[in-house]
Structures are given as C-alpha cells and as structure tokens.
C-alpha cells in the first residue's frame, strides 16, 4: 500500500502546503541496514546522582563501540572507566554538537524534588538530537521501589518519556526501560534494540526488564540453530516476522491455511524455510506444530502472528463473525500455547510471542470481536508470564496502523486519520513490527517477560 500523502510531502511544492496549512509532516525513518554501527552517530550519556545503572549502560555502549560523550560527572567517568568505555568531553553549553542517541539513567532519582535532574539535563540539549534520534531513560521498576516516594518519582519518568516522543519530531523515538532490582545483566538487548534503527516505528514506550538468567549470544546472528513457527507467515506482517527471524539466524517454518500454500511456499523459498499449512483453529494445530519443530531440532519460538478483522457495529454483527475472530485470535492461541506447555513443546529459553494491536488497548468502532480478541492476547502474555519456567518467556507486540492488506481494505477518511494520528505522521511497515517481535525472540532477552510493546509511532489512540 503507497502512502501518496507521504510522497506528496516530500515534494517542493508538498513541503510548501504542508507548512502553510499547518497539516502533519511524515519524515523519513531510518530502518535497519546492517548490524554495525548499533547507533549510527554519537550517544550522550547522563545520569541522576547516585545512579546504580549507569555501569551496566556504559558496559553495553563499550560493547557496541558507541562514540560515548558526558559532561562533567565524575560518578559515569568512573563507571565507564571500570567498563572500558571511552568517554568523550561533553562541554554544557556547547550547542553544536549533535547526538544520534541520549540516553539518561534516572535510577537515582529518589523522590519527586529530585526529578529536576531530568530536567537539568535534557533541557539544555533538547534541540540538538538528530533525525531518527533516540530519547532513552533507564529507570527502575517502580513496583521494587524501597519508598514510595521513590515509587512516585520513577513512575513519573514514564510521562515525560511520552511526553518527549511527542515533542521532538523528526522521527526521534523516546523509551523508557524499567530496570527491576538485579536486572542490568539482562538489559543489553533491550538497549541495543531501543538505541537501533530496528526501533524506528516504536515511540513512546515503556519496556520491562526482570532478572533472569544470562545467555552468551552472537549479536550479528542472535537466533543461530533456533527453530521458529510464524503463523499467518504468507503475507503481510508475518511474511515480515519471517524474513526477520530468518535473517537473524533461525530456521523458520511459515505457517498458514492450505488456501494460501502457494504464497507460503515463496516465502519459504526465499528464506529456506520450511512450510506447515494448516488452520490453527484446527484441534490438533498444536500437536502439528510441534511435530514440525521437532523434526527441525525442536521449537524455540513460536510468533502467533495470523488474525483476522471481520468488522460491523455490534448492533449488525451477525454471532458467526464475533465467533470466528474470537476463535482465530484469541480461543486457537490459548489452545495452541496449553498444548505446547503441557506437553514439553518448547525448548528450554523459549519464547512465545503474541500479536495484540492498539485496538485491543483502545477500542475501536466496527470492532467489538476484533478488539475484544486482541484485549484477551494482552490477558493471555499478563496471565500466563507468571507460570512460565526453563527461560520461556511470553510477550507480545501491538501494532497500530501498519501498511498491509488488512489495513488497505478500511475506508479512504478511517484510514488517513489512523496513519497520520502518531509522532510520526505514517503508518508503520510490517518490517518494524518484526523487528521488535526479534526482540523477544533473542536468545538473550530471558529477562523480557509480560511485556506488551506498541509498535504504533506512538499513536494517540489509546495512549
Ligand atoms: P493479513 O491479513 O495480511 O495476514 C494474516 C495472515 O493470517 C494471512 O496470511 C491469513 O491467511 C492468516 N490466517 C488467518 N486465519 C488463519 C488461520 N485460521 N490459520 C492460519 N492462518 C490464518 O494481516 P496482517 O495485517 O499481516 O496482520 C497480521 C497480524 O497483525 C494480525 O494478528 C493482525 O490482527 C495484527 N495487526 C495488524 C495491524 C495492521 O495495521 N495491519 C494492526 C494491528 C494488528
């Protein structure tokens, strides 16, 4: 699906009436190209004092080899001394240096008096963050706070980060990592992603690290010897999450209904992966899709990406079509995942990985099943976290308004409002989905469980 509006406002005379008439200006975002540089320019480093985070950031930005710069605090030149990292002078004042990513660690930051620090310093450097920049805080989990105050003050990172992804334009995403007590070990893939052009349509949100154990991977190919069922994989977003977790090393068996073996059989084609059609509403879809993985060495993560939209106001929905979305959507990935749980379907550090949508979070007119089916996938990664064990993990991503057949068959005005309505002016592209679902597939993202990312450019609705 072409976006002309975006097209339009690259023109000379697009950029003119967007100006004059004040409407939404969609700038270009900077995707993933190759796996170095993580950041493609320099990264400012700040912390509040008494900060406990700042070594462990220092450790992951000396890994990526960022071009490291601070100001005048002896607390981070020792932290990155102790990790190795090169830090560079950052004079306060200087107002021509510019920084492809600022990262802040307000672990230190104990009650709400002390937030001035946040201020302090991303005030004197809020216009010098490049295009497709990054805005990250690192704060920890207020939930592990040991007061209340300190409770209150971390959560209030949580506004200002959002508020951020709002005003600095120019394809600038801003994030918020919680960090919980003992965690930083299992921070680098969250910050490498966050920090990275994998990152480019997620604005505006908070992820949650927790402890877990650690495990040694090769960044370049995070996914090597792993085995992967993407459902729904023929086309649109899971034809995406396939080519992604192929790419980063695993093998993928592409998954979708015998009506669309065809499609499915390119994209396997194209990334040597494998095929499995069946519906997943079928009762025995989760003995199938074990039985492939086995025969691939066992399955390490499976992306329940297939979905359906089937839209009418409640008063016109006829029971057959709130059945089927529900039973695609949300019944077939509760019965799927029971089957692989119950019945040692994943390998030890597995990762089920779940597709909500903002719908789910917001609501939507015409969409009573649809919404109804994506809110219980957020309940489904919620409730089944805790029970997990062996490093199996469960998260799920939610898209806004992603450019893919689904949403190319919604009325011309319903359409326009929902690409435009977000800090980035566009609509996403499937890739940006599969990249963060490559998050949480990573190896070495056993402390993201329960999570729940929007990959919506930071969408107004529902935020
Ligand atoms: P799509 O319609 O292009 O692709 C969905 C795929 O799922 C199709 O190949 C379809 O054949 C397959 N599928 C449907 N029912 C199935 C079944 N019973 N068994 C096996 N496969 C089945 O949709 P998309 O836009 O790529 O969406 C992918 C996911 O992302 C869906 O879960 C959707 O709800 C979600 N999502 C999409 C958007 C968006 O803007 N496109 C926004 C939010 C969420």
Redesign the pocket.
């Known amino acids: 699906m072409t976006d002309q509006y975006q097209a339009f406002a690259k023109s000379p005379i697009g950029k003119l009436v967007i100006k004059n008439l004040g409407l939404p200006s969609p700038t270009f975002l900077e995707r993933f190209e190759s796996v170095t540089p993580v950041v493609k320019g320099a990264v400012l480093l700040g912390a509040a004092p008494a900060s406990t985070l700042s070594g462990a950031i220092a450790q992951i930005l000396a890994n990526i080899h960022a071009n490291s710069y601070a100001g005048n605090n002896t607390e981070l030149q020792q932290a990155a001394a102790q990790s190795g990292l090169n830090l560079n002078a950052f004079n306060d004042g200087d107002k021509e240096s510019k920084f492809k990513a600022v990262i802040f660690d307000a672990s230190g930051i104990q009650n709400s008096e002390q937030l001035h620090s946040l201020y302090a310093f991303f005030k004197p450097i809020a216009r010098q963050i490049q295009a497709s920049g990054r805005v990250i805080v690192v704060g920890i989990t207020p939930e592990t706070a040991k007061t209340v105050k300190q409770a209150i003050a971390q959560r209030a990172l949580e506004g200002f980060v959002k508020s951020v992804g709002k005003e600095f334009k120019k394809g600038i995403a801003a994030q918020l990592v919680y960090v919980d007590d003992g965690a930083q070990a299992n921070l680098e893939s969250t910050l490498r992603f966050v920090l990275s052009s994998r990152s480019a349509y997620v604005s505006g949100q908070v992820i949650r690290v927790s402890q877990a154990n650690t495990v040694e991977i090769d960044w370049a190919k995070p996914l090597a010897g792993k085995t992967a069922v993407v ?9 995406a999450i396939a080519h992604v977790l192929s790419r980063d090393g695993a093998h993928v068996i592409c ?3 015998p ?2 073996q065809a ?1 499915l059989d390119r994209v396997a084609a194209e990334i040597g992966g494998s095929t499995l059609a ?4 079928a009762p025995d879809a989760g003995e199938k899709i074990k039985a492939a993985a086995v025969a691939q060495g066992g399955l390490d993560i499976i992306v329940h ?5 089937r839209d009418k106001t409640l008063a016109n929905m006829k029971p057959e079509l709130w059945d089927l979305v529900i039973n ?2 949300l019944s ?1 990935i509760e019965r799927v995942n029971d089957y692989l749980l119950a019945n040692d379907g994943l390998n030890s550090n597995g990762r089920i990985i779940c ?5 789910g979070i917001a609501g939507n007119l015409g969409q009573t099943n ?1 919404a109804a089916s ?1 809110a219980g996938v957020i309940g489904v990664v919620k409730f089944t976290a805790p029970l997990l064990k062996n490093g199996v993990t469960i998260n799920a991503v ?10 190319a068959a919604i009325p011309f005005a319903i359409r326009e409002a929902g690409r435009r309505m977000n800090s980035m002016s566009q ?2 592209l ?1 890739v940006d ?1 599969a990249e963060t679902i490559a998050l949480f597939a990573s190896s070495a993202s056993t402390g993201l469980n329960g999570n729940v990312v929007r990959v919506c450019g930071q969408s107004l609705l529902g935020a």
């Open positions: 459902t729904g994989a023929s086309r649109g977003i899971g034809e998954l979708d209904v009506q669309q499609d069946i519906d997943i509403t990406n297939a979905g359906i939209t695609i959507n077939a597709v909500s949508s903002i719908s649809y994506k939610a898209p806004g308004f992603i450019e893919t057949q689904m949403t609509g996403g499937p989905v």
